[in-house]
């Protein structure tokens, strides 16, 4: 399966899916000093989500696991 997010309601549902709190996929991006507000944003739609940002979800989705 290939995992393709492009909309605000993907990246939730995505994240959701994966068990990460806005917070926590925030700190795990490496947003900084408020991540879930970055990640509540994208979420939102208020801010444009990174392509890079969406990448790293789907490549969660497939199996992908990244150093905490």
Do not use: C, N
Not at 30 to 36: M, S, Y
Request: aromatic share 8%; proline share 6%; net charge positive.
């Amino acid at each position: 399966v290939t995992y393709m997010i492009s909309t605000p309601d993907e990246f939730r549902l995505a994240r959701e899916h994966l068990g990460y709190t806005q917070k926590d996929l925030g700190k795990l991006l490496h947003l900084g000093e408020f991540p879930d507000r970055t990640v509540r944003r994208w979420e939102h739609g208020i801010s444009r989500i990174p392509r890079s940002a969406a990448i790293v979800l789907e490549a969660m989705l497939e199996g992908y696991a990244p150093k905490q």
